[in-house]
């Protein structure tokens, strides 16, 4: 069973950066697509950015492209999510989660496996 593990999280001012980290330690994670997901409070659960197993398909949710970039490291079993300037908007518990199709998704219904999240606040 895949278990993905989400790191990175924290609290910035606005205009700050993160970076976010997905690891899957002992897993091969080339074989599976990468998807991050966010949720805020008393809201649903959002698509932010994918990325396939090769690393060669990547895609972003409007509200975060230019500001966020999605990228892999299969030699580590480890995705990334550089988050730059931050707005409060941002605020929520991000997720990264796993389809076994390889594909770049943004459908919570095609990720097979969840990370328990990270909770990233930004705030002055």
């Known amino acids: 069973q895949l278990q993905l593990e989400e790191s990175g999280g924290g609290l910035v001012q606005p205009g700050g950066s993160l970076r976010l980290s997905c690891a899957a330690p002992g897993f091969t994670l080339g074989s599976y697509g990468i998807g991050w997901f966010r949720q805020a409070p008393g809201k649903e659960r959002d698509w932010v950015s994918c990325?396939?197993?090769?690393?060669?398909?990547?895609s972003y949710a409007d509200s975060v492209k230019g500001r966020f970039t999605i990228s892999r490291d299969n030699t580590r079993n480890t995705a990334y999510l550089q988050m730059n300037s931050l707005e409060p908007e941002d605020t929520a518990v991000y997720y990264c989660?796993?389809?076994?199709?390889?594909?770049?998704?943004?459908?919570?219904?095609?990720?097979?496996?969840w990370g328990k999240g990270t909770l990233v606040t930004v705030s002055s």
């Open positions: 989660a796993a389809n076994r199709l390889a594909i770049c998704s943004r459908r919570i219904s095609d990720m097979n496996y």
């Open positions: 990325i396939s197993g090769s690393g060669r398909t990547i």
